[in-house]
């Protein structure tokens, strides 16, 4: 999508700390409630702006306050796209257990990707998997009020 | 004064029914002290029936379902029940993703859950 589309964007650069992020997540979310965007989206999109930045905060930059995470967001009128980068090593999307085998079940950690791939239409990492882009197109209101 | 700061915990017969004061559980230093609280109830309090009551909370994230697993066990490993009550549809649908519906016995209110022991 062209830049000319979003009807609102940002651009923000944050130091490792997860209050750092939900200052950006919160502007997001407004942005979201302001257009008019359905409560069940508004959710899915919190849990994944949450485990996302969870992840890059914690497992990525490991909270090393040299390092940074760098948050692209737009939001269009039926679209949501955020890009979220961080300065760590990486890891390998596909590597991770699947957190419902029932061997994994009862494992504390390790259902945030899932969640984000449930609740967003398109998740996707970059090779290194240090940058993840969500996309959230808007649930048509009849489905939204199921 | 209660002894909590995450939770109210009162008592209905034999059984103790958690309230979460935060209607977010999301942020790291609070859901560790969240966490506290509830393995306290079950390890120091030796409590064996336990209900948890999230009426009101509208958002947890991952790292709260790691809590509420964790305390899963501890209260099978003392022998006692836990079951939860009044999720609100969106968050079920995150027990429902992560198949957590089937680890944990989730009623629709707190008379179903304490009618349940």
């Known amino acids: 999508m062209s830049d000319s589309q979003w009807i609102w964007q940002c651009d923000h650069v944050i130091p490792s700390r997860p209050e750092a992020s939900r200052e950006v997540q919160d502007a997001i979310l407004a942005q979201m409630e302001r257009l008019n965007w359905g409560e069940h989206d508004v959710f899915g999109v919190r849990l994944a702006l949450e485990e996302a930045l969870i992840n890059a905060i914690k497992h990525g930059n490991h909270y090393d306050p040299a390092k940074h995470v760098q948050i692209r967001c737009g939001i269009s009128k039926d679209l949501v796209r955020v890009e979220i980068e961080d300065q760590g090593k990486g890891f390998d999307p596909a590597a991770v257990p699947d957190p419902t085998d029932p061997e994994n079940l009862e494992s504390p950690c390790g259902r945030g990707i899932m969640l984000m791939r449930s609740f967003m239409s398109r998740v996707e990492f970059n090779e290194t998997g240090n940058r993840v882009i969500l996309e959230k197109t808007m649930t048509p209101p009849e489905k939204e009020s199921d | ?117």
């Open chain 2, 1 to 117: 004064m209660s002894a909590y700061r995450r939770l109210d915990v009162k008592e209905v017969g034999d059984v103790t029914v958690v309230n979460f004061r935060d209607q977010k559980i999301i942020e790291d230093l609070r859901i560790q002290e969240l966490g506290q609280e509830l393995f306290q109830l079950v390890e120091a309090e030796k409590r064996k029936k336990l209900v948890l009551n999230f009426a009101t909370v509208d958002f947890l994230s991952s790292a709260a379902l790691g809590k509420l697993i964790t305390l899963d066990k501890k209260v099978k490993a003392n022998n006692g029940v836990m079951k939860l009550c009044s999720i609100r549809p969106e968050i079920y649908e995150v027990f429902a993703i992560t198949k957590l519906n089937r680890l944990f016995d989730i009623r629709r209110d707190e008379g179903d859950a304490l009618a349940a022991f």
